[in-house]
């Protein structure tokens, strides 16, 4: 039978290794002057190879545990990463509607137009605030939760 200290290396060393895919599918973005459909499908898969790599151990192993030992360091642990997720939703409902607007202007398969992004729509500006918003926080929340939980790993298996 595989013991808990396995299972909760194998979770910090997934969630860890996350973080180097959220960082190189940010650079991919920023990096282009132009994000076209294929620059942003691989984009999207960084960023969910990052994902799967961070919700697995969490879905998998750290929520049904958490009522078991919920107090003190777990429960800011649950609190800062379920904060990080509600950002990310809130992300994806600026991100969603960016997509649209860009899908039906052609500016995947045609990005050479000369348009300005807040012409598409009336709403573009907020959207582009979600997004920018709901990343900022995920990021931000991620790497509370992401200290706070290598903290509880190393007072509850290695110290």
Known sequence: MVSEAAY?????????????????????VIDAEVVTWDRLVYHLQIIF???VLNTVPVVG??????LDQLGGLSALHAVLGLQAYALLVFALTGIVRIFQAKYAADLYHNPDQDLDL????????????RLRVGVFGYVLFW???YLVGIYRYLILYVF
């Open 143 to 145: 790497i509370g939760a």
């Open 118 to 129: 807040n012409d598409l729509h009336e709403n573009m500006g907020a959207w582009r605030g």
């Open 8 to 28: 909760a290396t194998t979770s910090a060393l997934m969630v860890t290794a996350s973080f180097p895919f959220y960082i190189y599918g940010a650079w991919v």
């Open 49 to 51: 190879a990052g994902l």
């Open 61 to 66: 192993w750290m929520m049904p545990r958490l």
